[in-house]
C-alpha cells in the first residue's frame, strides 16, 4: 500500500510536508520521499529506507535543510519514490498509490519510441517512473495523466510536483481518496482527510473519480471533472484506513462500529468478554460489545514502538514469528474467561493462529474468532496491498484446494462464496479446524455493504466476491 501528502504555500511548505506525509505511515514500511520545489533553489529530493526506522526520525535532516514553496511526499511499501524526471514537460517530481496489472504490455509499447527505463529493482521496473513515462508520451501533462488512467489496467492515483503547481489525479475509478485542504496561505491534497487536520487546514474537497486539479499558492483549478460512477476500496474501512480517517463522508471508526454490531445481531455465541484484535479490530470490538450487552475487554495489548504489520516480511518464517511477538497478553484478563475476538480479517490466519494458541496456553477456556469481513477469495487487483500475495497463499483457498483434492477454478470457487450454501459451511468449518478456533463466524458481505451506508454499486469488493 501507499499514501502521498502534497502542499502549495505561499511561504515554506516543508514543515507541513513533514508532518503531511509523517501521518500516512500506518500505510506503509519500506520507502518514503520527500520532493520539494522553489523558484531560487529549483528542485530537491530525498528518499529513505525506513524498514526499521519511522518516517521522522530518517527525515529530520531535510525537514530542516529543505526549502520550497510546493512539494510532494510519500510513505510506500515498494516503490522509491518521489522520483524526478526531466522530459520535453520540464523537470517534475511524480507520486502515486495504485497498481498496474498490465506494466510488461506498457513497457513494450514504450520501448519502441526509445524511451528507457532507470529505476529497476528486484528486475522490476519503479511503476512510478513507468506512470512518468506514460505522460511523457503525450504533448502536456493533462493529456498525459488522462492517457495514463485510459491504458492502465489497475488503479492509479498521483501527485505531480512541477514549477507551475502541484497535480492531483484520482484514479479513473476512486478506488483509492485524494483530499484537499485550504488554509490561508495555502492548500494541501492528501491521501488521508486528517493528515492535514492538525496543521490549520479545513476541508476542501474530495475529488471525484477521475478528477484532475492542479493547486497553487493562489488557489485550486479543476482541470477534469470528476465522476459519481466510482469503486472505491471498501478494505480501506475495514482494515487499513486509520481510525480518523474519513472516505466519501464516512468515518473509519464509524464504519468499524457498524460492523461489530452487525456481528452481534447474527451471533449467539456467549462469551464472558468481547475483545479486538489490536488496532484495526478494537472498534469492531466495541461496536459487538455494545450491541450484545457482553463487556468489552483488552486481555492482549500491541507492543507498537517497533513491529510492523506481520505480513510484510518477505519470508513467511519472519512473519509467523513477528505475529507471534508484537501482541503481548495480560494473563489475569485471560485464564478461566471464555473470549469473543474480533479481527479485521484473516488472510494466510498466520496472526491469528499464534494469537489463539498463546490465549489456551495462557489460560482461556474458550476462543471465539469472529472476523469483521467476509472471507478473502481473490489477490487484490488493484491495490498493491496483496501483490506479494498469491491467491492460493489465502486461507480459503488452500482450504478449497483440501476439500476438494484439486487447485479450484473460478467455477469453483464461487461455489464456496454463498454464506447460506453447503460448501461454505464446510470450507468455514475446515478453517477453524485448521486454526484451532472454539468457533468461527465471519461477517457477512450484504452486512458489510449495509454498515458503510453507501451505494453498493460505488464499492469494491473484489478481494470478497471476484466482481469488478
Known sequence: MGGF????????????????????????TRRAGLAVYSKDEGFDKAIHN???????????????????????????DFEAQPILV????????????????????????????????????????????LVAAIINQKENFIDGIKYAQEIIDGSMSMLILTPKGVYAARDKMGRTPIVLGEKKDGYCASFESFAYLNLGYSPLKELKAGEIVVMTPDGVKTLVDGSD???????????????????EGLSVE?????????????????????????????????????ESGIPYSRPFVKYTPTWPRSFMPTHQTKR??????????????????????????????????????????????????????????????YLNFSRSTSEMEL??????????????????????????????AKMNEEIRKE??????????????????GIDPDKLCTYCWDGRE
Not at 57 to 73: L, R, V, Y
Not at 101 to 109: C, G, T, Y
Open 86 to 129: 526531466r522530459s520535453h514537460h520540464g523537470t517534475f517530481a511524480i507520486s502515486t498509490v495504485g497498481k498496474i496489472n498490465n506494466n510488461e504490455e506498457i513497457v513494450e509499447e514504450i520501448i519502441k519510441n526509445n524511451t528507457h527505463f532507470f529505476e529497476m529493482h528486484g528486475g522490476e521496473i519503479n511503476q512510478t517512473e
Open 320 to 381: 509467523n514469528l513477528i505475529a507471534k511477538m508484537k501482541i503481548i497478553p495480560i494473563k489475569n484478563l485471560i485464564e478461566g474467561k471464555s473470549l469473543l475476538m474480533i479481527d479485521d480479517s484473516i488472510v494466510r490466519g498466520t496472526q491469528l493462529r499464534e494469537t489463539t494458541e498463546y490465549l489456551f496456553a495462557s489460560g482461556a477456556t474458550e476462543v471465539h474468532i469472529r472476523p469483521a469481513c467476509p472471507p478473502l477469495f481473490y489477490g487484490c487487483k
Open 254 to 290: 464509524r464504519m468499524r462500529y457498524r460492523c461489530g454490531q452487525a456481528i452481534a445481531r447474527r451471533d449467539t455465541a456467549k462469551p464472558d468478554v468481547v475483545a479486538g484484535v489490536p488496532d484495526s479490530g478494537v472498534a469492531h470490538a466495541i461496536g459487538y460489545a455494545n
Open 50 to 76: 525506513i524498514e526499521n526506522t519511522p518516517f521522522r526520525t530518517k527525515f529530520t535532516k531535510e525537514s530542516n535543510s529543505m526549502h520550497g514553496t510546493m512539494g510532494i511526499g510519500c510513505i510506500s
Open 395 to 424: 486461507i480459503t483457498r488452500r482450504v478449497i484446494q483440501k476439500l476438494e483434492g484439486r487447485v479450484p477454478d473460478e467455477e469453483t470457487v464461487r461455489e464456496y462464496i454463498d454464506p447460506d450454501s453447503e460448501k461454505y
Open 5 to 28: 501528502f502534497g502542499a502549495v504555500s505561499k511561504d515554506d511548505c516543508v514543515f507541513d510536508l513533514f508532518f503531511g506525509v509523517d501521518y500516512h505511515s500506518h500505510l506503509g
Open 229 to 247: 460512477k466510482m469503486k472505491i476500496c471498501t478494505f480501506l474501512w475495514i482494515y487499513y484506513g486509520y481510525p480518523s480517517s474519513m472516505y
Open 435 to 452: 486454526l484451532k478456533f472454539t468457533s468461527l463466524q465471519y461477517q457477512r458481505l450484504d452486512d458489510m455493504l449495509k454498515a458503510t
